[in-house]
């Protein structure tokens, strides 16, 4: 007779990745993960590293600050040089010639908005029935 698999019987590492993928509620709404977590940053606090479960076929710990641009819009760094990781959406469909006084002449300006930033961060890409998929979540949401 075969034995069922529970999520106690899991692995640490495991348990925390069932929780951190939990959404609706995230892992601070479900009472089993809540001790898992703090468990996890327990050990994040004292330099331990991520956890891993093999069985989940799940990648590291990724970190995503923002959010993706409104349509139209790119990512972009300092001096408007497209980025990933830039905290500004710019739409370069829209140039604006902006000219100062003086001697300062003319530049060309764009529409930029600041970049929306992600209330769930951290990720991780988990391999499902539908192929990789991305899980956000938050290391944050409940008092220790």
């Not at 970049?115 to 890409?125: E, G, T």
Request: charged share 15%.
């Amino acid at each position: 007779m075969g034995r069922s698999a529970f999520a106690a019987d899991a692995s640490f590492g495991c348990k925390v990745l069932l929780c951190a993928a939990a959404s609706n509620p995230g892992w601070s709404g479900i009472p089993y993960c809540v001790p898992v977590m703090h468990e996890l940053f327990h050990r994040l606090e004292h330099g331990g590293g991520w956890p891993t479960c093999p069985e989940g076929h799940a990648s590291g710990l990724g970190y995503e600050p923002y959010a993706p641009c409104p349509a139209g819009m790119t990512a972009v760094g300092n001096g408007l040089t497209p980025s990933p990781d830039g905290n500004l959406c710019v739409d370069f469909s829209k140039p604006q010639r902006k000219c100062m006084g003086g001697d300062a002449g003319c530049a060309m300006a764009y529409p930029t908005t600041p970049r929306p930033r992600r209330s769930d961060p951290y990720y991780v890409d988990i391999r499902t029935g539908n192929g990789m998929e991305r899980f956000y979540f938050s290391l944050e949401g409940v008092q220790k």
